[in-house]
């Protein structure tokens, strides 16, 4: 007679942990977010081992208020990515919001008519760029370049110099540089478009619609998914992403300034390329997005606190961005090749 054998619940859970602990181990290692992770781990430990000022809290709040800004405009960024397009003028956008918020709030001491007006430049500026690769056909990269121009050029028309605040509200002062419950606020308002937005991407019908568009826009069109205007509302939503962040950096500021948001475009390409969206669209992570940015805010900070050239901040990003290609360009041949 064959006796049957019964786990016992201590093995039973163990054998649970060891999944759980294989489960994170092959996360840590085969993934682009684990492998970003613990890069991101590894610097800190370093800078704590180098700098007696980097885990201090002041600096942690500093470096988190940082790459909240880029985060906020990543976010959109990354839908849009994932979507097959791209937006360069997220840089200017931090130029010329900044001056006419700061106009409108001097003018109406209303902190949320300032608001809205930042977030209408954003919708104006995102329609724009959808026309402009949806209707006219002209190539996002191509487009949207010419937008930064074009709104940076309007920045420099609207003001030929720095517009001050001349209306002195503590909520707007609190927007970049206050806290809540030990929190700055930047913070927290990143942490809330990030929860909505990982959100949307993978619990909704527009987030699967935004990844079969950019896998595959033809199928995705023969199946019902009106792929224009998927495109369409990830252009605006990047912009009034822009838009948000650029409401913040002028809180931190305290002056609309025309030269504001140089090279932000770039750093906000590259974190969410290194995050491991793909450069052609269809695949992407919102979590990878978030890990790149604390990265590369990590490494401009570590700079600092270590009296490194300054000019290794804007390096750093051009590397990113090689480095993200290059990975992105070897994961497309080894599924190609499977």
């Given at each position: 007679?064959?006796?049957?054998?019964?786990?016992?619940?201590?093995?039973s859970?163990?054998?649970?942990?060891?999944?759980?602990?294989?489960?994170?181990?092959?996360?840590?290692?085969?993934?682009?977010?684990?492998?970003?992770?613990?890069?991101?781990?590894?610097?800190?430990?370093?800078?704590?081992?180098?700098?007696?000022?980097f885990?201090t809290?002041?600096?942690?709040?500093?470096?988190?208020?940082?790459?909240s800004?880029?985060?906020?405009?990543?976010?959109?960024?990354?839908?849009?990515m994932?979507?097959?397009?791209?937006?360069?003028?997220?840089?200017?956008?931090?130029?010329?919001?900044?001056v006419?918020?700061?106009?409108?709030?001097?003018?109406?001491?209303?902190?949320?008519?300032g608001?809205?007006?930042?977030?209408?430049?954003?919708?104006?500026?995102?329609?724009?760029?959808?026309i402009?690769r949806?209707?006219?056909?002209?190539?996002?990269?191509?487009?949207?370049?010419?937008?930064?121009?074009?709104v940076?050029?309007?920045?420099?028309?609207?003001?030929?110099?720095?517009?001050?605040?001349?209306?002195?509200?503590?909520?707007?002062?609190?927007?970049?540089?206050g806290?809540?419950?030990?929190?700055?606020?930047?913070?927290?308002?990143?942490?809330?478009?990030?929860i909505i937005?990982y959100?949307?991407?993978?619990?909704?019908?527009f987030?699967?619609?935004?990844?079969?568009?950019?896998?595959?826009?033809?199928?995705?069109?023969?199946?019902?998914?009106?792929?224009?205007?998927?495109?369409?509302?990830?252009?605006?939503?990047?912009s009034?992403?822009?838009?948000?962040?650029?409401?913040?950096?002028?809180?931190?500021?305290?002056?609309?300034?025309?030269?504001?948001?140089?090279?932000?475009?770039?750093?906000?390409?590259?974190?969410?390329?290194?995050?491991?969206?793909s450069?052609?669209?269809?695949?992407?992570?919102?979590?990878?997005?978030?890990?790149?940015?604390?990265?590369?805010?990590?490494?401009?900070?570590?700079?600092?606190?270590?009296?490194?050239?300054?000019s290794?901040?804007?390096?750093?990003?051009?590397?990113?961005?090689?480095?993200?290609?290059?990975?992105?360009?070897?994961?497309?041949?080894?599924?190609?090749?499977?």
């Amino acid at each position: 007679m064959q006796r049957e054998t019964v786990a016992r619940p201590a093995e039973s859970g163990g054998l649970q942990w060891q999944s759980v602990l294989r489960g994170v181990g092959n996360w840590l290692v085969r993934t682009q977010e684990g492998i970003l992770f613990l890069i991101v781990a590894a610097l800190w430990v370093f800078l704590t081992l180098r700098s007696e000022v980097f885990l201090t809290e002041r600096n942690i709040n500093v470096l988190l208020s940082q790459v909240s800004m880029v985060a906020i405009t990543a976010i959109g960024m990354t839908l849009l990515m994932i979507a097959g397009e791209v937006d360069l003028s997220v840089g200017s956008m931090q130029a010329f919001v900044g001056v006419v918020v700061m106009t409108v709030l001097n003018d109406t001491k209303s902190l949320p008519l300032g608001i809205a007006a930042g977030l209408g430049i954003g919708l104006v500026v995102g329609t724009l760029n959808a026309i402009s690769r949806l209707q006219l056909g002209i190539n996002a990269l191509i487009g949207t370049l010419a937008m930064l121009n074009i709104v940076r050029g309007v920045a420099y028309w609207y003001t030929e110099a720095a517009v001050q605040n001349t209306h002195r509200m503590q909520s707007f002062k609190d927007l970049g540089n206050g806290f809540i419950l030990g929190i700055p606020w930047p913070v927290v308002i990143f942490f809330s478009v990030f929860i909505i937005f990982y959100f949307v991407l993978t619990r909704t019908t527009f987030g699967r619609y935004v990844l079969a568009v950019g896998g595959n826009q033809r199928a995705a069109e023969l199946a019902g998914v009106r792929a224009k205007l998927v495109k369409w509302l990830c252009f605006v939503l990047v912009s009034m992403l822009a838009a948000l962040s650029a409401i913040i950096l002028l809180s931190r500021l305290n002056s609309g300034q025309t030269n504001a948001g140089f090279g932000f475009e770039l750093q906000v390409v590259g974190a969410v390329l290194l995050g491991g969206t793909s450069l052609y669209g269809g695949q992407g992570s919102l979590m990878g997005t978030l890990l790149a940015v604390l990265l590369l805010g990590t490494l401009n900070n570590g700079i600092i606190l270590l009296d490194i050239n300054s000019s290794w901040q804007i390096a750093i990003t051009g590397f990113a961005i090689l480095l993200s290609v290059f990975l992105d360009a070897r994961r497309r041949k080894r599924i190609g090749e499977s």
